[in-house]
């Protein structure tokens, strides 16, 4: 971190990214000195309302965060800077999106957990919007404009007041994440499922090492003390109950007790009750610590694709053998009536021999089990991201396919992701696709 101390010496000469979190109520006219080196200016974590209106003087200004601040506009002059291409406003008091503040270059648009009932038409004319975050809003409809946005991959949308998924958005050629919990338009989850699930006791359980923390939840090892069993190890996520970036920890809960039980599903054990300060978790399976992650999550350059080690191989057996393990899981949960929602890489966790576990069901959505073309254009999407799974997964095998098995699977990573949604396979024929030689 960065200090305004450094700035004012001018020992930052020359920087590409400067992060300055100080209790900031206005811009330091200092950071113009930085003009002609600055890419990334994170800003995120003060008491900022407003900024300069030559913020345009940033000539080589990329990627601005302003997140956990006090803005109640999302600040025109952004639009002047003709170099900004990701803009980050999460959890401030935004109730008005002016024209004036879309970029030309605009690719990726957080606006998480503000106080927005409204998007301006010109949305739809930034051609290059990849990345569109605005879960946590007061939205009750989108800009029809969206349908021009033929980049668009990813679309969070959760929590807000809208009543229809528009048709032309699940008709997008590109769209390949989707989350909407959490409107009164998405379909409720399976009540007989959450009332059959195991009510836990906090009391029962002791919490050990903590094992990772996520926009949604902290997870730890714990020993479950169960009444006249013997004592056994589990996860014990505990969720914050804060809005994330895909939507409500709550959705989230639901989502994974309905998913029931998958050989990649991580086993769901049950809900924690009697919690002292009321907070909501989940006990569930422990995971062996020979299983990690397939990938990194994408960075500020990939926008929307994980990013992978370099030394990252596969024999084609184990390739598959993840292929096979996702795609049966995504079929499995789609008779569930629910799309993951974020199903990458890196979500998967999986071990040498090719066994995996899908996980973090942030962004998971409910739909209706019966057939109808909304259900079946929900599901479609998904299989885009399968196809996107499979096409990293095929860069990556190192031995074991020969050329007639590479055809046919990439024959069937095209249909994956071919623009026409509802002529991509559904995950049955997903799944008998993958029986190769």
């Not at 048709?167 to 590109?174: D, G, I, K, R, T």
């Amino acid at each position: 971190m960065d200090t305004l101390a450094q700035l004012r010496a001018g020992t930052l000469t020359g920087t590409t990214r400067l992060d300055l979190v100080c209790g900031l109520t206005e811009f330091p006219r200092e950071i113009f000195d930085l003009a002609d080196s600055l890419e990334v200016l994170n800003l995120s974590g003060n008491a900022l309302s407003s900024l300069p209106d030559d913020l345009h003087r940033l000539t080589r200004l990329r990627v601005l965060f302003c997140s956990d601040n006090l803005f109640t506009e999302l600040p025109a002059c952004m639009g002047q800077c003709t170099a900004l291409t990701m803009i980050g406003f999460k959890a401030n008091r935004i109730e008005k999106v002016p024209a004036a503040a879309l970029p030309p270059l605009l690719r990726w648009l957080i606006l998480t957990d503000n106080c927005i009932t409204e998007l301006p038409t010109e949305l739809g004319e930034r051609p290059h919007l990849q990345k569109l975050m605005l879960a946590g809003n007061r939205l009750q409809r989108l800009p029809e404009s969206l349908r021009h946005c033929h980049r668009l991959e990813l679309i969070r949308i959760a929590a807000n007041q809208l009543t229809e998924l528009p048709e032309w958005l699940l008709s997008l050629p590109s769209l390949t994440w989707l989350a909407y919990a959490g409107n009164p338009l998405e379909t409720e989850a399976d009540a007989a499922a959450l009332e059959a699930t195991a009510n836990i006791p906090w009391s029962e359980l002791r919490l050990e090492q903590q094992l990772g923390e996520g926009a949604s939840g902290v997870i730890h090892r714990a020993t479950w003390d169960r009444p006249g069993q013997s004592a056994v190890q589990v996860a014990v996520k505990l969720y914050k109950g804060e809005m994330t970036s895909d939507g409500s920890p709550l959705h989230e809960m639901n989502a994974c007790i309905t998913a029931g039980l998958h050989p990649n599903l991580i086993r769901v054990e049950g809900r924690i009750v009697k919690h002292p300060q009321a907070q909501a978790g989940l006990v569930m399976q422990l995971i062996d610590p020979s299983y990690r992650n397939l990938a990194a999550l994408p960075s500020l350059a990939s926008c929307s694709r994980d990013i992978y080690a370099n030394d990252t191989r596969f024999s084609a057996g184990v390739a598959l053998r993840i292929a096979n393990g996702i795609a049966s899981v995504a079929e499995h949960l789609h008779q569930q009536g629910i799309t993951h929602g974020d199903l990458y890489g890196h979500n998967i966790l999986w071990d040498e021999s090719g066994d995996c576990l899908l996980g973090d069901f942030g962004a998971a959505s409910f739909h209706a089990t019966s057939d109808s073309l909304e259900s079946r254009a929900l599901q479609r999407i998904e299989v885009r991201a399968f196809g996107v799974l499979l096409g990293e997964l095929l860069e990556r095998i190192d031995s074991g396919l020969s050329d007639e098995s590479r055809l046919q699977l990439e024959a069937l990573q095209q249909r994956c992701c071919q623009p026409e949604v509802l002529a991509r396979p559904g995950f049955s024929e997903i799944v008998q696709a993958l029986q190769i030689g």
